[in-house]
């Protein structure tokens, strides 16, 4: 898997932009190491790219589903046969450690294998009608070519989050891959043809806003599905909604941990050190709020700023990194801009605030693990995302208090909770408004089978993963055969007045 996928991949050939103009893509952790040129996509190339899957749809939506999760299946295999070198390649483009993207190729396969599977239920339901000798159903049908535009963040498990249970179910895809990280997108694909993908089926267009706008704009393209910043996803739902498409919506998160005076802190740190800095801070699910009793504040503050500041810094295919670089130079721009408005608005930077010095750090877009105390709800630190190694920690004295804060926000995607009381785990379940809630782990770790989405503005009311992705990527039929053998009339014959 050394050679570098550079082109797009439509109606099954790799082929470069119509325009012939091009993208580099870089390794965040040494900026020297460039991987290449990628095609800069614009109308012609998704029109093409549409096309085929419009062709393609009428074939694969109707082979029998199970057909379809064999090959997916295939996937899944060929997939756990190149874990490793996916993932180290993932790293060097996108900068997360090499375990953690082997995390994330894991949440591919079980996706794969979780999808397979689905293409054996795929249920309907059967209904009681209120007529005689007729039987009424529901059955489910594919919508037909969806678009996927995905982010860099978790560069293959995030799109097969989307392509995987859309294919399951019958429908064709265009794939567009973040800017920061097409070349793990075009490896992915790779391996999907690989596996048995017919031509078509599977098409993949580099590049970024234009070739975004042309996939989500074209009106052949009858879903939508995004994962990416709240100011792109509100114009991708826009357009969506102006074009009567389906769409599904994964934008920004300031996900709280809430830990309780009688949390056990061991246990806290180790779900802090997680939440706050794995993949440095930059999954929609971080824990970017610890909102704490007073009680424990102070212990905690400072034993986590402790384990925080020894955290190795550097190249994720380095054996003992563990914390990588921030994804390009506009995101350390937004975090080194948010450090300051903390510092503004009156909050302690416990730690950090800075970008690392050092061997293994001087070529790559670094910043260190930051802690900001004495934040207050409302400080913007406290309300907006960051996407880094930033914590702002809130103190407060009373589990009521703390749901208030917890929910004192405009997104509501994941959620945590640290308390050793059942009945307080219980109520804060149902109270704190988010997708997602953990008792006693931090704010991120989802299981590839288990619904994955948020409330307020980080969504627009669907999930992924899990059964509930197959309610997006199917329409619902409904079907009436009547055997009575004349006309009967619903809400007519069978009412007497
Ligand atoms: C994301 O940050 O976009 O639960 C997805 C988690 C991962 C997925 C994160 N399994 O943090």
């Not at 109308?43 to 057909?67: H, L, N, Q, Y």
Request: proline fraction near 4%.
């Amino acid at each position: 898997m050394s050679e570098v996928l550079n082109q797009n991949f439509i109606d099954g050939t790799w082929q470069d932009a119509a325009s012939g103009a091009s993208f580099k893509d870089i390794n965040p952790a040494l900026n020297s190491d460039v991987i290449g040129q990628f095609p800069e996509s614009g109308v012609e190339d998704v029109d093409d790219a549409v096309r085929a899957a419009r062709t393609a749809f009428k074939t694969w939506g109707s082979m029998p589903a199970p057909a379809r999760g064999d090959i997916l299946r295939r996937i899944g295999d060929l997939l756990t046969e190149r874990k490793s070198e996916l993932a180290f390649q993932m790293t060097r483009e996108m900068g997360k450690p090499f375990f953690e993207t082997k995390g994330d190729v894991q949440e591919a396969i079980d996706t794969a294998y979780y999808a397979a599977t689905e293409t054996r239920r795929l249920f309907g339901h059967t209904v009681p009608s209120e007529m005689p000798n007729k039987f009424n159903m529901s059955i489910r049908r594919p919508i037909g070519v969806c678009g996927v535009i995905s982010a860099w963040n978790f560069p293959v498990a995030v799109p097969t989050w989307k392509m995987f249970p859309a294919l399951a179910a019958g429908n064709t895809v265009v794939f567009k891959p973040s800017e920061d990280a097409p070349h793990s997108g075009a490896l992915l694909v790779k391996i999907m043809v690989e596996a048995g993908l017919p031509a078509g089926v599977l098409n993949l267009v580099q590049g970024g806003g234009n070739a975004g706008r042309a996939l989500v704009e074209h009106p052949d393209v009858n879903a939508v599905s995004f994962t990416g910043s709240t100011v792109t996803g509100s114009q991708v739902g826009e357009a969506c909604g102006r074009m009567h498409k389906r769409f599904s919506l994964e934008m920004g998160g300031k996900n709280p941990m809430i830990v309780l005076a009688d949390a056990d802190l061991d246990l806290v740190i180790d779900g802090l050190l997680w939440g706050a800095f794995g993949t440095t801070g930059q999954r929609c699910t971080a824990t970017s709020r610890l909102i704490v009793h007073e009680d424990v504040h102070d212990e905690l503050v400072n034993t986590l700023a402790e384990r925080a500041k020894a955290l190795k810094i550097g190249y994720g295919n380095l054996d003992d990194t563990e914390m990588g670089p921030v994804i390009n130079q506009k995101g350390l721009d937004k975090i080194e801009y948010y450090v300051g408005v903390g510092i503004e608005e009156g909050a302690t930077c416990l730690i950090g605030g800075k970008r690392p010095t050092g061997e293994g750090v001087e070529d790559g877009t670094f910043y260190e693990p930051t802690i900001f105390t004495d934040v207050t709800q409302n400080m913007r630190i406290a309300k907006e995302e960051i996407f880094g190694p930033v914590l702002s920690v809130i103190k407060i004295s009373s589990y009521k208090e703390a749901v208030e804060v917890a929910n004192n926000i405009e997104f509501g995607l994941s959620s945590a909770i640290y308390t050793q009381d059942i009945a307080t785990a219980f109520r804060a379940m149902h109270e704190i408004e988010a997708g997602i809630t953990y008792v006693n782990g931090p704010t991120i770790g989802a299981e590839a089978h288990m619904p994955f989405g948020g409330v307020k503005g980080t969504g627009n009311g669907h999930r992924e993963g899990g059964w509930e992705v197959f309610e997006f990527y199917t329409e619902t039929k409904t079907v009436y055969v009547d055997y009575s053998g004349k006309l009967q009339k619903a809400q007519i014959d069978n009412v007497e007045d």
